[in-house]
Structures are given as structure tokens and as C-alpha cells.
């Protein structure tokens, strides 16, 4: 089984400026990595997929990138409703596993 | 609109079971993977069964293998997980979720196992 492992576990951030989440695998996932948003009391959404391809109808402040073991997630400018937990999920291979989740918190 | 739905859950003892079910609308559900994510209260996700599409395979967690069945039934556009011997561990909101990557989650059903 990959162990994904995200950091920072939280993360300050003042509205307006941006944020960058990593997440790293065990073993080389190639680009099939996955970043989901959870706000409290709803669903996770999926934000990227393929490392760096955004989901449908998610705006361009959220970014991907990397491959292999080390990946990256960056909000460009944040705004109050990017205030959330982000996942970060390895479907390379079963089970697919997902990091502990970095909670980015108003500054 | 794509739907996912999910039901089955509630409070039951350890060592009982429960069968949770997805109502899937809005898509051709026989052409998707399926998936059961699960979060305990406070904690993160993770992913429990999946079922695949090709040829029907399961896969399951460590955690669940051998306890749960995932299964799906394409003409009710249906996804089922069938848990058997619950442990307190297993409380948690079960989500059933569209393909890999999750590309659509329902809103969740919870599972609490208790005494």
C-alpha cells in the first residue's frame, strides 16, 4: 500500500495571498494523483486530477503540479471560500490511499 | 443532473451488520467504477471498496477485507455495501462515489457502531 503524506498539517493564510500544499508518495505514483477540497459539513470535491489537470468548473487559482513521488497544490490568491482541508489521493494503484489532509486556516 | 444518494445507515451494535445502498441518477451508471469512502468523526478520509467496471473486480482496505462486500446491481442503478461484523472502528459517514478519481460524491450516510 502507498502512504500519501501531506504538509504542512495546517496552514495559516491571510485572504488574498497564496498557498502551496505538498504531498508525497512512498513510491512513485506516476501523474495519477488526485486533490479533493472538503469544507465542514459537505462532500469532498475533486479539485485536480492527473497531478495538474483541473476538475470541471474549478477556477484557475487552483494549480497542480509534479509527478512521481512529490506533488504540489497551489492556490494563487485565496479567497474566502478556499478556506477548507485539502486531500491529496494516489490512484496509480489499489487501494488508492489519500494524505492525512493539510487544513488551511484563516490567517 | 449527476446523483449520488446514499441510505442504509444508523446505530448498531458491534458484531451486527448493515447494508448500506447508493442510488446513482443522472449518468449511465453501468459505465462507471464505483467507490465507498468513509470518515470518522473528526478524522480524514479513506477509501474502503471499489468496484470496477471492465470486468467487476472488487478491491477493498486492509481495514474492511473480508468484513464488507461491495457489489453493484447496473439494472437499479445501484451501489451496495454489505458490512458484517461492525466493530466500533467502522463508525463512521460512508460516501459512495463515481469512478477514479472521485469524481462525484454523494452526501453521505453515517454508520455508528455502538453498544
Known amino acids: 500500500e502507498k502512504v500519501m503524506t501531506q504538509s504542512p498539517a495546517t496552514l495559516s493564510v491571510s485572504p488574498g495571498e497564496g498557498a502551496t500544499l505538498s504531498c508525497r508518495a512512498s513510491?512513485?505514483?506516476?501523474?495519477?494523483l488526485a486533490w479533493y477540497q472538503q469544507k465542514p459539513g459537505q462532500a469532498p470535491r475533486l479539485l485536480i486530477h492527473?497531478?495538474?489537470t483541473r476538475a470541471t468548473g474549478i477556477p484557475v487559482r487552483f494549480s497542480g503540479s509534479g509527478s512521481g513521488t512529490k506533488f504540489t497544490l497551489t492556490i494563487s490568491s485565496l479567497q474566502s471560500e478556499d478556506f477548507a482541508v485539502y486531500y491529496c489521493q494516489q490512484y496509480n494503484n489499489w487501494p488508492p490511499t489519500f494524505g492525512q489532509g493539510t487544513k488551511v486556516e484563516i490567517k | 443532473e449527476v446523483q449520488l444518494v446514499e441510505s442504509g445507515g444508523g446505530l448498531v451494535q458491534p458484531g451486527r451488520s448493515l447494508r448500506l445502498a447508493c442510488a446513482a441518477s443522472?449518468?449511465?451508471?453501468?459505465?462507471?467504477?464505483m467507490n465507498w469512502v468513509r470518515q470518522a468523526p473528526g478524522k480524514g478520509l479513506e477509501w474502503v471498496a471499489g468496484v470496477s467496471v471492465s470486468d467487476g473486480s472488487t478491491y477493498y482496505a486492509v481495514s474492511v477485507k473480508g468484513r464488507f462486500t461491495i457489489s453493484r446491481d447496473n439494472s437499479k442503478n445501484t451501489l451496495y455495501l454489505q458490512m458484517n461484523s461492525l466493530r466500533v472502528e467502522d463508525t463512521a459517514l460512508y460516501y459512495c462515489a463515481r469512478s477514479l478519481p472521485l469524481i462525484t460524491w454523494g452526501q453521505g450516510t453515517l454508520v455508528t457502531v455502538s453498544s
Open positions: 443522472g449518468f449511465t451508471f453501468s459505465t462507471y467504477a
Open positions: 492527473t497531478a495538474s
Open positions: 513510491q512513485s505514483v506516476n501523474n495519477n
